[in-house]
């Protein structure tokens, strides 16, 4: 599978893309990284199971599951998502969902329905 991203700075609430699976190696490799724009994506077997799990319904924007969602999730710890995901600390119920740095950025419009988006990944 091909990584998909959007890149973010550390404090962003980034979270877009298709990615291989996250593997032991792969995620030392990161977190050895310095802080600042990461490049790294998210796969298609994560966005279906993020979808399903914080019932992302049709009508919502890309914006509003940005701020009802993912800035919910990030709040206590004050960092991206896709960082959060990176150390265990958000999961999905998806065994092959994974993280890994991104081949492609996928574009989009915070006004936008965020299922059209992730229909076009």
């Known amino acids: 599978m091909k990584n998909l991203t959007h890149t973010h700075t ?4 980034g979270l877009c893309g298709s990615t291989t699976n ?3 190696k792969v995620v ?3 977190k050895k990284k310095k802080k600042g724009a990461t490049y790294l994506g998210v796969n298609v077997q994560f966005l279906r199971a993020f979808v ?3 019932r992302i ?3 919502m924007s890309t914006g509003e599951v940005a701020g009802k969602i993912v800035k919910v999730i ?3 710890k004050r960092v991206a998502l896709i960082d959060m995901i990176k150390d265990g600390e958000y999961q999905v119920e998806n065994s092959e969902a994974g993280i ?3 081949f492609a950025m996928v574009s989009h419009a915070w006004g936008s329905p965020f299922l059209s988006t ?3 990944v």
Not at 10 to 13: A, F, K, N, P, T
Request: net charge positive.
């Open 10 to 13: 550390q404090m962003g609430s």
């Open 22 to 24: 996250k593997s032991p």
């Open 28 to 30: 030392e490799e990161l």
């Open 52 to 54: 399903k799990k914080e």
């Open 57 to 59: 319904g049709k009508g």
């Open 74 to 76: 990030t709040k206590e």
């Open 100 to 102: 890994g740095n991104a």
């Open 118 to 120: 992730y229909v076009r």
